[in-house]
């Protein structure tokens, strides 16, 4: 990065825009989007909660819906597509933290896609997924700390650790 006065955020989205608008240019280009939290999301115990999203970084094809900002959905002519999550959340020092993406409010696998551990940051990917017009994909949190505990978002590195992304493969 050179010395431009642009915050890290900035950069950020410039470099995610590059990527969106030039990558694989002879299919096409990348399709997909990534969406973060806007604010601090509390994670009550022992509940399996579903992420808010509120800032798009890119959305190639409308995925994202502000009126239902849990969800990524699928438009019409994708068939599969990859998914991308992660989550920054304050430490426990006793339970666990689980992370899963459902597919139409369920799991999208036949065994349970979740990271557990003690709180910090936590990643989960898929494999390629098919999917049809109007299925759609949540981030689900749980945790069993005993009180309740929260998504990170009190910077701009920790909002953007909150994340879901779609990538369309076909």
Known sequence: FTNDNKSVQQKIDDFTSHLAESAN??????????????AIQAIPNEERTKVVFGNVVYDTDNFFDSENPTKLTIPAGVSKVRLTAGVRTESISTG??????????NNIYGGRPALTWGGGYGNISSPVITVSEGDYFELVVYQNSGS???LVSASTTARTANFMAIEVIE
């Open 148 to 150: 309740s505990s929260n």
């Open 96 to 105: 666990k933290f689980e992370i899963a993406i459902y597919k139409n409010d």
């Open 25 to 38: 240019k002879a299919h096409g280009g990348a399709k997909g989007a990534l969406v973060y939290i806007s």
